[in-house]
């Protein structure tokens, strides 16, 4: 399976799954994760993993998730971008998602990348 292009789900309905649920605990560095995470299935990252994804706009652990990309953080110094996906017509500043995410991110540099 070769490397899913981040840019293409801009603005697309996906399904997440959520593997490590608002509240739970990084299994290797044990940080809180302060919101769901998942993945896409069937996707390919740049980490040689599924395409993971921060849900943002729920508020409550969630297993499964339908909802929009509403933003792509861009790592630029690691191979693996996360898409951000929020319900239907809910849209947050590039600011409030780099708050929302930096519990993780702040290990990174990055770049949020909206559609135009």
Do not use: C, W
Not at 52 to 65: H, I, K
Not at 76 to 99: F, G, H, M, Q, W
């Amino acid at each position: 399976m070769e490397k899913e292009d981040a840019k293409y789900y801009l603005g697309k309905k996906v399904l997440v799954e959520i593997d490590r649920q608002l509240g739970s605990r990084h299994p290797k560095h044990g940080f809180m994760y302060m919101l769901n995470y998942g993945f896409i299935p069937n996707t390919i990252s740049g980490d040689g993993e599924e395409l993971d994804v921060y849900l943002v706009g729920v508020f409550e652990p969630v297993e499964t998730f339908e909802g929009y990309v509403i933003a792509i953080i861009h790592r630029t110094n690691d191979d693996d971008d996360k898409l951000v996906v929020a319900p239907k017509d809910v849209e947050y500043s590039d600011e409030a998602i780099r708050a929302l995410t930096e519990f993780q991110e702040r290990f990174f540099e990055s770049v949020i990348i909206k559609e135009k």
